[in-house]
Each structure stands twice: as C-alpha cells, then as structure tokens.
C-alpha cells in the first residue's frame, strides 16, 4: 500500500481521494463514488470496515526516530481492513505524506509488526487525528 500511496501523491494532486482494495474484490463504483460525495476531501476523513469490531491495543511501546516517523506512543486505534477497501480522504493524504514517502511507511510496517492495513489505520489515528468511519 505504501507504493501505492507514494503513485498518489506523484499523479493524484488534484484527486479528492485515495482509495485502496484488494485485487479478489468486485467494487460498485457508483455506489462508491455516492458514499464519498457525502464527505469533503478537505478533512481527515479515513472509510472502512473493520474486522474486530473493536480498537486494536499495542502493548509494547514503540520506539522510532523522531525525525524520521515523528514521536508516536502506543494507543489503541481502528483500521479498516484492507480487503473490504478503504479510502482516505486527500487532506488526509497529505497529513500522511511524510510518514509514508521515501520507504517510510514499509519502514513503518516493519517497526510497528503490522501489516499494510493496520499500518494505516495506526498512522491515521495516531500521527494524524483523523475522523475514522467505520462502515459496519
């Protein structure tokens, strides 16, 4: 997912949203397109459906170079999972550029031991403070 964020943000600066899922599923575009038109994509806006039906804990701190990922402590947070599909919002997209550029969003991965989908509900919620929905 963190390269196709990085294509997003070379090629879709006048796109409204960046929506990510998973090559085994069928989408309605229409239906899509409607549900989006009913949020702006000039707040932080992040759609899902989560899988848990719950905020997945961390319970091991985190420990990161500030200057590379910012300072991020541990907290429980949503994410949508990636197969049902989820689209964040362009403001939101852009609050996520400098965690996601150069690599950094599989560096984030990596430090986290979570796959792409949580990565991004994580740095959604807590590098960004965004408004998550969560479709259920």
Not at 21 to 27: A, F, L, P, R, S
Request: aromatic fraction near 12%; charged fraction near 20%; hydrophobic fraction near 40%.
């Amino acid at each position: 997912m963190g390269h196709e964020l990085e294509t997003f943000y070379l090629f879709g600066k006048e796109k409204d949203w960046f929506c990510h899922v998973d090559d085994d599923n069928y989408v309605n575009v229409p239906q899509l397109v409607h549900l989006l038109s009913q949020y702006g994509p000039n707040e932080d806006i992040y759609i899902g459906k989560s899988s848990l039906g719950r905020p997945l804990n961390m319970d091991w701190q985190i420990r990161m170079v500030p200057s590379e990922l910012g300072n991020i402590t541990k907290e429980p947070f949503w994410f949508g999972t990636g197969g049902a599909g989820i689209c964040v919002s362009r403001h939101l997209a852009k609050r996520m550029e400098p965690y996601v550029r150069d690599g950094k969003f599989v560096k984030l991965c990596a430090i986290t031991r979570l796959p792409d989908d949580c990565t991004m509900g994580f740095l959604s919620g807590c590098c960004c403070c965004m408004l998550l929905l969560l479709l259920l």
